[in-house]
Structure formats: C-alpha cells, structure tokens
C-alpha cells in the first residue's frame, strides 16, 4: 500500500499562483511514476501532468506553459506549481502513483480560482 497525503490547495483569483504537494509513504516497491489529476464538477477527471522516475514530464494541453511538475525523490514528494490559473482551472486535484505494486490515489484538494 502506498499512502498519498496532498496539501496546498485553496482559492485564487485568477492569473494567481499556487503550489499542491503530495507526500507519498515509503514503500519497498518500484516507483514507476506520480501525477496529478483533476476534476471539476460535472465533469470526468483528466490527466494534468506527470513525472517518471526519469524525471520525463507530461502536460495536457490545457496547462502546458503555466503548471510545472516536480520531484524530491528524497522527501517521496511531487510538486505542482501552477501559474496563471484560470478559472477553468477550477476542480479538485488529485495526486496519483504509479508502482510496480499498482495505482494509488489521494483523496484530493480543491484548488477554486474566481474573482
């Protein structure tokens, strides 16, 4: 099993910034690969951007440009840094790992960027 914990959600005007963290626990399995998820209300969840044990990133399209995704292998932790958020940037983020163990997700943060 592989625990997620995220934090740094909240609400943002829009062209703020903010940055979501997710700590994973240590596990004995191979990492393979983290990432964020997203959805917004009446909507189905979609990929925002992922990182490889390689360090290869992944943006959909939406935020290429003005979110960044990062890691420490040290601390088992994933950034997301986002900038110049939209209001259709508006949902609840999900972190996601991939393991040789399996998939596991977080149990979310909202990020809620309006005026």
């Known amino acids: 099993q592989v625990q997620l914990v995220e934090s740094g959600g909240g609400l943002v005007q829009p062209g703020g910034s903010l940055r979501l963290s997710c700590v994973a626990s240590r596990t004995r399995f191979s990492f393979i690969s983290m990432g964020w998820y997203r959805q917004a209300p009446g909507k189905e969840r979609e990929l925002v951007a992922t990182?490889?044990?390689?360090?290869?990133?992944y943006y959909a399209d939406s935020v290429k440009g003005r979110f960044s995704i990062s890691r420490d292998s040290a601390k088992n932790t994933v950034l997301l840094q986002m900038n110049s958020l939209k209001i259709e940037d508006t949902a609840v983020y999900y972190c996601?790992?991939?393991?040789?163990?399996?998939?596991?997700w977080g149990q979310g943060t909202q990020v809620t960027v309006s005026s």
């Open positions: 990182i490889t044990q390689g360090e290869n990133t």
């Open positions: 996601n790992s991939k393991t040789s163990a399996g998939l596991y």
